[in-house]
């Protein structure tokens, strides 16, 4: 058998059965990763922004939706969107970035959507500042988290919930949370949060709860299924684990050339390629470096720039592509000393791997 995609006598390989179940591929059709031919834009057009909804997407209208702040506060407040909307206006753009992204490159993989790379884009995300809401509520001095509640419910290991997350006041005071109701210029889309999201710049994309119904006080930390029990790192699934905050640091490439359908394997010609991408850390912290491995050689990429504080940045390289058959990968190191491992520890559910990004790459020789 001709192993070789682009050979006229090349035949697909068997599948083996099991190989993703069904419940993978269910989940995979529901949500979409970003197209990695767009790597080369500052802003991920917003079709092709990575998707991760929980349960079903619920359908909100902007006229009836009410944002209700209430529990240890003393002056609870209940807003309408024209309230919301009518508050000191910011864009922001920010690289959103699933926990699970890069799950399948960890064995044995856990039963849950099965990223590969995809699962990161970054939008101007138009909003509001979250900390003087919450102030104008008038918190209690005793408040240890703020719970964000979406409208969103549906089941997780026999657990019945709505989607909800929490950040302590220390979380509020240090990020720069935005309350949100557009994208990249226009409102938000259903299955993006409308009418109204929050979006915690720097942490992984959990923390940025859509359809956001209510924000409630709590005097005693927050006990929710989505906060206590998942995102935790783990490296054994009985521990009590850590849990999931900022995003690590990573690296992608925009595959080069033209692909194979089903093998997505590159197809080049010989010659002077520029290799671009993107790299991206969590907590603002910049990009200070990006390498590509090619000809066996890590060699330093030219940063392009990030379009915020809380956006990846690019990066290009001029590879002399030679005929044959190549693996290239790229990795980036942040602002702090951070490096993407070639492999990532192991995690239960698969999450935080942040492992150099590879990619297969025939170049052809035009003298054959
Ligand atoms: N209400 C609600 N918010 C949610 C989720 C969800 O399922 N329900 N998924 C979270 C996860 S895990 C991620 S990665 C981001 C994805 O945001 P996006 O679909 O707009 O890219 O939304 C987060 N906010
Ligand atoms: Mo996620």
């Known amino acids: 058998m001709n192993i070789n995609p682009f050979h006229p006598d090349f035949e697909k390989p068997a599948t083996t059965d099991g190989l993703f179940s069904r419940d993978e591929l269910r989940l995979a059709n529901r949500n979409s990763g970003i197209l990695l031919e767009t790597l080369n834009l500052d802003i991920t057009p917003t079709g092709a922004h990575y998707l991760l909804n929980h349960f079903d997407v619920p359908v909100i209208a902007d006229d009836d939706h009410q944002l209700t702040l209430n529990g240890a506060f003393d002056a609870p407040l209940t807003l309408s969107m024209d309230d919301i909307r009518a508050m000191p206006q910011v864009t922001e753009a920010v690289t959103l970035e699933c926990a699970g992204n890069g799950r399948e490159g960890v064995s044995p993989r856990s039963h849950l959507m099965p990223w590969m790379y995809e699962a990161v884009g970054t939008s101007e995300w138009i909003g509001t500042p979250l900390a003087p809401l919450l102030e104008r509520a008038k918190p209690h001095d005793n408040v240890q988290d703020y719970v964000f509640h979406g409208a969103d419910f549906g089941f997780d290991k026999g657990h019945p919930h709505n989607f909800a997350r929490s950040l302590t006041p220390q979380d509020i005071a240090e990020l720069d949370v935005m309350l949100v109701w557009g994208m990249n210029g226009q409102p938000l ?4 949060g409308a009418p109204l999201r929050i979006i915690v710049p720097g942490w992984y994309g959990m923390a940025s709860v859509k359809w956001l119904t209510g924000i409630e006080a709590l005097t005693t930390r927050f006990d929710g299924y989505q906060q206590a029990h998942g995102y935790h790192y783990r490296t054994v699934a009985d521990e009590p684990g850590v849990p999931i905050t900022r995003i690590l640091v990573k690296s992608l490439i925009r595959p080069p050339g033209v692909p194979d359908w089903v ?3 590159r197809w080049v010609e010989a010659g002077k390629i520029t290799l671009e991408g993107r790299a991206w850390s969590g907590g ?8 590509v491995l090619a000809d066996s050689q890590w060699q330093e990429a030219e940063l392009t720039g990030a379009p915020g504080r809380y956006a990846w940045t690019g990066w290009r390289f001029d590879w002399q592509a030679k005929p044959g058959d190549h693996v290239l990968k790229c990795r980036a190191t942040d602002a702090e ?4 491992p070639m492999e990532s520890a192991f995690d239960v559910a698969g999450f935080g791997n942040n492992s150099v990004h590879s ?7 035009p003298a054959v």
């Not at 000393?337 to 993407?340: P, S």
């Not at 990619?359 to 020789?365: A, K, Q, S, Y």
């Open 263 to 265: 093998s997505r394997k």
């Open 359 to 365: 990619i297969d790459v025939h170049v052809d020789d």
């Open 337 to 340: 000393g951070n490096t993407q």
């Open 284 to 291: 603002g912290v910049p990009i200070a470096k990006v390498e």
């Open 189 to 192: 889309l259903p299955q993006h």
